[in-house]
């Protein structure tokens, strides 16, 4: 039973598999339809999630031990409740407050992360000395960094029309930052590469059999 089980899935995914391939020449039906059955897998396997792993411990849970200590947990329940609201056209204005609430709170959250993540560890980071590293490389990748991070800065200071000096050192901004990009760039390639890989090795080897 087990082995009939596994086979059934493995041709399940290399179906689905080449439904999506089918993408690289044109948009069609198969293609369609392996995208919707992914979006409608994603959703449910999602909201079990939710329901199992967070709802029911921290909200279900808690009530049912201590109803009038957890009373507060009312109110992201009701805000839960709210947001629900938008599956039916004439009450779909009240989900707009708990979004609201929610697009806030995020926002505020992540300004903060990204403060310390982005501007205060890369300004700790450049306030070194770069001499006081142990081999020649550590030295030269110090100075590239100092360098990089004081022109790439410069290059968004349009208070002052750059030319001269203030142009050369935008300029070298310019090319650090095509470098982080192309980098940036280069690894999300990669990336999606490996995701080809993968689904290739399991298509020849596990599908197949053509590999080993």
């Known amino acids: 039973m087990i082995s009939i089980m596994n086979t059934m899935g493995i041709w399940l995914a ?3 598999t080449l439904c999506i391939f089918s993408f690289l ?3 069609n039906p198969f293609y369609k339809f392996a995208e919707q059955v992914f979006v409608g897998l994603s959703a449910a396997y999602w909201l079990v999630y939710i329901i199992y792993s967070i709802m029911v411990p921290n909200l279900f ?3 049912a031990e201590d109803f009038s200590g957890n009373m507060i947990l009312l109110i992201p329940a009701a805000l839960g409740l709210m947001m629900l609201m938008r599956i039916h056209p004439k009450t779909q204005w009240v989900s707009r407050y708990p979004i609201a609430i929610m697009v806030g709170t995020t926002a505020g959250i992540s300004m903060l992360r990204y403060m ?3 501007i205060l560890q890369q300004l700790t980071a450049t306030m070194i000395n770069p001499f006081a590293a142990a081999t020649t490389a550590e030295v030269i990748g110090n100075l590239l960094m100092i360098i990089g991070t004081i022109c790439g800065v410069y290059f968004f200071y349009f ?3 750059q030319e001269g000096v203030s142009k050369a050192v935008s300029k070298v901004g310019i090319w650090f930052l095509m470098v982080s990009f192309g980098a940036t760039f280069g690894y999300t390639v990669m990336a999606r590469i490996s995701l080809l890989i993968g689904r290739l090795d399991f298509l020849l080897g596990d599908w197949l059999h053509l590999l080993k």
């Open 159 to 161: 208070s002052k029309k």
């Open 25 to 27: 020449y044109k948009d």
């Open 116 to 118: 310390k993540s982005d």
């Open 14 to 16: 290399a179906f689905f």
């Open 61 to 63: 849970a808690k009530l």
